[in-house]
């Protein structure tokens, strides 16, 4: 698998289940112990370091599980992962956001949000870190259309401030609204990539091929 993601991007990786899309998204972080070749950010060969130095670097997952703590409250699950610089956003920041979370700041457990607010959780608590290269595993995944168009809102004011991002996603025009280019990813290879110019024809082919 060939591909690259330049500074300040939002690029998809698409593809049905199973098509390795995550697999990816764990060689980069670190975290799938067997990989080969060469993994480049900024210039340096991040291949076999461990996932928390490649994490220090500024790279930060929001896994498909989303992963919060349930028992801590939204203000806990914020503050608990350490501040990687001085780029890491501010709380108030955060609530600009995800005016949801301001609501539940100190009151509601992981366990009581619901899909969405995990899901913003999520991002929000990566985006505290300081890091600035996210790689967003399926973030629609099962949530309701007004909540997609939330966090198509904030991925584009993440672009606007200079964010690079490698999203799995498998609804292709919410990938369209965000990203400024795609890869098509199959038995763990790049068969295709394209940008958003496309014909009608072809994105109905697209969606069609992703459903299946």
Known sequence: MNLTVRKGELVTLMGRNGAGKSTTLNCINGLMRKRKGRIQFRGTDILRMAPERIARMGIATCPEDRAIFSSLTVGENLHLP???????????????LFPNLRDRLGTASGAKLSGGEQQMLAIARILRTGAD????????????PII???IAATLKILGERGYTVLLVEQNFRFAQSVADRHYMV?????????SNDLSDQMKQKIEKYLSL
Do not use: C, H, K, Y
């Open 148 to 150: 997609i168009d939330q």
């Open 82 to 96: 350490p501040l990687l610089n001085e780029r890491g956003m501010s709380v108030e920041e955060i609530f600009d």
């Open 133 to 144: 290269f996210l790689l967003l595993d399926e973030p629609t995944e099962g949530l309701a």
């Open 186 to 194: 199959d038995e763990g290879r790049i068969v295709d990539q394209f």
